[in-house]
């Protein structure tokens, strides 16, 4: 499986814009990159997913490179509740074996917001 | 939608005793469920994978006779850890992925295990 780099930490204020990076400079043509996030003593819940164009929903945007070997998980405002471990996963849906792909997380990286 | 319901949130076992902890669908199908679990300050690691009616497949390492999978319908999964000792003590997260699963899967709230 293509491999994730992410910073292990990043620090932000309340109300500010942040910006996760994330390197993927072995993804193949068919990764989707994929950003779950953590909040403490809960599961990981979906943020947001791409393949080659940028992505806007209710809770993030996701900036993809041009050359796909990065991307960038944006908040465009930080709260509090946005606290948490923000991971950055590849899926190959093609040749993934549909609902069995195994997603597998890195270390991903800690988002401390300060009030 | 696709929300998984997982119980209990937290529980209390003496050495030597078993623990179930049950995964629901409760509003899609969950044709695969994935169980992982994660230790303090460290990443989530997967133990199993399992589909309706068909034996779980394990990941390396994890000793299938101490960690019992069912998934016996498309909405239920348990685990049982079997003969708990301090060590399996962790916090277990289930996962489903099935039809409409925005992003593909989706987790429960996860289980504070913790035995004494």
């Known amino acids: 499986d293509a491999k994730t780099t992410q910073p292990n930490s990043m620090e932000s204020n309340e109300e500010e814009p942040v910006h996760l990076p994330c390197n993927h400079s072995t993804i193949s043509g068919t990764d989707y990159i994929h950003w779950y996030r953590q909040l403490p003593s809960q599961g990981p819940e979906y943020v947001i997913h791409g393949l080659t164009s940028n992505v806007n929903n209710r809770m993030a945007s996701l900036a993809i490179a041009e050359d796909r070997k990065s991307s960038t998980l944006i908040l465009h405002r930080a709260t509090l509740r946005d606290a948490a471990v923000y991971y950055c996963i590849l899926r190959d849906y093609q040749n993934s074996g549909g609902s069995n792909y195994k997603l597998t997380f890195g270390k991903g990286t800690l988002l401390t917001v300060n009030p | 939608g696709a929300v998984v319901s997982q119980h209990p949130s937290w529980v209390i076992c003496k050495s030597g005793t078993s623990v179930k902890i049950e995964c629901r669908s409760l509003d899609f199908q969950a044709t695969t469920m994935f169980w992982y679990r994660q230790f303090p300050k460290q990443s989530l690691m997967l133990m199993a994978t399992?589909?309706?009616?068909?034996?779980?497949?394990?990941e390396q390492g994890v000793e299938k006779d101490k960690f019992l999978i069912n998934h016996a319908s498309l909405t239920l999964s348990t685990l049982t850890v079997t003969s708990a000792h301090p060590e399996d003590s962790s916090f277990y997260i289930c996962s489903a992925s099935g039809p409409g699963v925005l992003g593909g899967y989706t987790f429960g709230s996860g289980t504070r295990l913790t035995v004494v």
């Open positions: 399992s589909n309706e009616g068909s034996k779980a497949t394990y």
